[in-house]
């Protein structure tokens, strides 16, 4: 097959390679195919696509499927899915106010989860608890499933000492600006760690096992405490120089017109000061309402109070034109939404947004689909176990230049080369 796109490398071996992944790429989006559905698909000869399909099997990453019934005429054709029990990663979340650590294999399925609900602590104290964490997870899997452990995903947002009053934080964080915890975590599990932010991380997993089922171009936002966002551009995530791309919530908005929100004196804010739930905890707090979680706000939520309507307002009014510029300059045809917490809210946010990106169409360019994200308060997690899985097995252009990832820490491209 020629490569479709130019300047991508010719090396037999790294070819190989991203045909390999991407045939198993297609059978993650199919849920099931037989070798002649892969070599249409990939446009690859009959006798190319038996040899990666026997590999493939023999590496455990695929597994026969039974026969096609239907349809088909002489012997019936032998179909392949992905093997679940064929990888694993094992996924760490840390940010301001939470640190989870989930088991993941390769079907998408969360085998074993913990999580602790506290303000994030000293660099020290979050490895011993997080080292703690990734030995659980280890204990889930027997000896031969260790064997096929991918690695580590970390995610979590980068600066995490920054925009204090954005977020109305009292805590103060900006120890951790200077921590390569991903380093330090590899050291103390002996693993190879892939580290994302966690914007990335979450839209990395609806590509590898969410809505990139059917979308290989999409804008990723996700509302949580802040609000964590990611691009997904032909399949690939959308990284930039610093790992910092389609970092929405930093977009230049008005500041809030409502009377919680923290004072400025400048013109410009953030759009994470209007659009994360620690903004709609302040508002609620502002009038007297007592949120101690994500169950209290949804509760508020369910009740219909008037201050999480009010909230929503003032959210979607910096959110819908926030969208629009960003789509302006990424030109993707759908926009995927996804919160901590649901109770209608997620759906709310869609119909708003949906509304408000109408209203301000410009001429000749259409309003994207809107898509429910598919893991919710999973989000993070499950990204950072997607992480080792993605990029171990996913057809990126930097496996046909026979490059490693620039999400891995120093120490897992020493562990991964050795």
Partial sequence: MRPRHPGRGTNSINLRLYNERSLLQRLRRAGE??????????????TAVGSIVQSLEESRLIEPAGRRQEGQRGQPAGLYRINPEGAFGIGVRVDRASIETVLLDLGGKILAREAHG??????????????????????????????????????????????????????????????????????????????????????IAELFFGVGREESDFLYVFIGAALGAGAVVGGESLRGSTGNAADLGLVPVPPSALASAPPSQRRWDILLSRASLNSLTRHLRHHGVMV?????????????????????????????PSLRAALAVLDLPAVVIDCDIDSGLIDELIRRVDAGLRQIAPEARQTPR?????????????????????????PRADVLRGQPTAAFSHTAKETLHA
Avoid at 373 to 394: E, H, T, Y
């Fill in 33 to 46: 195919a037989s070798k002649a559905d892969l070599a249409r698909w990939a446009e690859l000869t009959n």
């Fill in 118 to 203: 506290l303000p994030l602590p000293h660099p020290d104290e979050a490895l011993l608890l997080v080292r703690k964490g990734v030995g659980r997870m280890l204990d889930v899997l027997d000896g031969a499933q260790r064997r096929r452990l991918m690695g580590v995903g970390l995610a979590q947002p980068y600066d995490l000492g920054s925009w204090l009053r954005e977020l109305d934080l009292k805590a103060d964080f900006r120890i951790w600006n200077g921590v390569d915890f991903g380093t330090m975590l590899s050291q103390a599990v002996q693993q190879p760690v892939f580290k994302e932010n966690d914007g990335n991380a979450a839209a």
């Fill in 292 to 320: 101690r979680n994500h169950d209290d706000l949804e509760s508020c939520i369910e009740a219909g109070r008037p201050e999480v309507r009010e909230w929503l307002d003032d959210c979607v009014d910096a959110l819908v």
């Fill in 370 to 394: 809107l898509v429910r994200g598919s893991f919710r308060a999973n989000a993070g997690a499950v990204g950072a176990a997607s992480l080792p899985m993605f990029f171990s097995f996913s």
